[in-house]
């Protein structure tokens, strides 16, 4: 076990959902919710539920996700959507990907990234609209770095000393391609774990509608672009 772990949140009006996602972290987990301009009562709820939250006024994936590896103080850190989409109680499984990895790894020191990969728990989970979006996405990111991902998914876990080395600069849509490109471009040792992907409560702020797609892609080919 790796100790104490901090889960980011990124979160813009979840409060139907928050006290699932934050009632099924392991105990090891503490959850920092990142408030993106909610207008629902996310943010006094997710105080209620014990989580410490964090007010980010910039909208945008990124800027959420970059102002929870900020406030956090755990070692290692995870990312997870907060729309029920995704179980808390699966970060599980990257923790033990991460510590048999290293296991094997022996006197390997370097970095470690776990991404989970998205497998859709019915049709409705992931369109296909989407899964293929997401499919060249991934083999792009391949192509680049080398790596043989299926996903790249909004689960993930390192340590967060070394993320915040990497210095990320997006803020939006593209922020999980650049975490893995910078990392595996720094060397680090980057894994992919299977982790149940079921309906999101809600529409989805960035994927909900075609122009959401759109903007989605365009991020994350500018990322790869650079």
Not at 32 to 45: E, H, R
Not at 55 to 64: I, V, W
Not at 80 to 88: F, K, N
């Amino acid at each position: 076990m790796l100790g104490s772990v901090d889960v980011i949140l990124p979160c813009l009006d979840e409060r139907e959902v928050l006290a699932w996602v934050t009632g099924r972290l392991p105990t090891w987990a503490h959850p920092i919710v990142v408030d993106n301009g909610s207008t629902d009562g996310s943010a006094l709820l997710a105080r209620e539920l014990g989580a410490t939250v964090v007010s980010e006024p910039r909208r945008g994936y990124g800027s959420a996700c970059h102002a929870g590896l900020e406030a956090a103080t755990a070692p290692f850190v995870a990312v997870m959507d907060c729309d029920g989409s995704l179980d808390p109680r699966d970060l599980e499984r990257l923790v033990a990907c991460l510590g048999d990895a290293d296991a094997d790894a022996g006197a390997d020191n370097r970095p470690h990234l776990v991404v989970g990969r998205r497998v859709p728990t019915t049709r409705a989970a992931w369109p296909w609209h989407l899964r293929v979006a997401n499919r060249v996405v991934a083999r792009r990111v391949n192509r680049r770095t080398g790596l043989s991902l299926l996903d790249v998914g909004p689960m993930r876990l390192a340590p967060r000393e070394s993320l915040l080395a990497l210095h990320l600069s997006d803020r939006r849509s593209g922020y999980p391609v650049e975490t893995v490109v910078s990392a595996a471009e720094a060397g680090w040792r980057v894994s992919q774990v299977d982790v149940p992907y079921a309906p999101r409560t809600g529409r989805s702020k960035v994927t909900g509608t075609p122009m959401g797609v759109l903007r989605t892609v365009r991020d994350m080919s500018a990322v790869l672009g650079r």
